[in-house]
Nanobody
Framework: QVQLVESGGGLVQAGGSLRLSCAASPRTFSRHGMGWFRQAPGKEREFLANLRWIDGYTWYADSVKGRFTISRDNAKTTVYLQMKSLKPEDTAVYYC??????????????????????WGQGTQVIVSS
């Protein structure tokens, strides 16, 4: 199982921006997709974004379309979540996840936690009003 580590979380004012990073150990590994999820206190874990590895195609939850962007660096070693126009309701622990088996390539499985093999420990994002 690959190890994933999120970073870049912190405290930000409403309307501000933040970029989260997801680094892997080993730095490169075979994968079919990467996803970002979040979990707010008292709520279920929520799908945010998915990146299909073969071509970089992306999908987004309606709640973050136009505000959040999932991407990878040129070396394909790090995945990012660029967040802008942040709102207090974005406050949550943010997780990155990897699909190594190809489950996220079928139907709408990319929105399901069960489609991902490896998860990071999460990074806290707090948006103040």
């Amino acid at each position: 199982q690959v190890q994933l580590v999120e970073s870049g979380g912190g405290l930000v004012q409403a309307g501000g921006s933040l970029r989260l990073s997801c680094a892997a150990s080993p730095r490169t590994f075979s994968r079919h997709g990467m996803g970002w999820f979040r979990q707010a206190p008292g709520k279920e874990r929520e799908f945010l974004a998915n990146l299909r590895w073969i071509d970089g195609y992306t999908w987004y939850a309606d709640s973050v379309k136009g505000r959040f962007t999932i991407s990878r660096d040129n070396a394909k070693t790090t995945v990012y979540l660029q967040m802008k126009s942040l709102k207090p309701e974005d406050t949550a622990v943010y997780y990155c996840a990897a699909d190594q088996k190809g489950s996220t390539l079928y139907n709408d499985n990319y929105v399901r936690e069960s489609a991902y093999d490896s998860w990071g420990q999460g990074t806290q994002v707090i948006v103040s009003s």
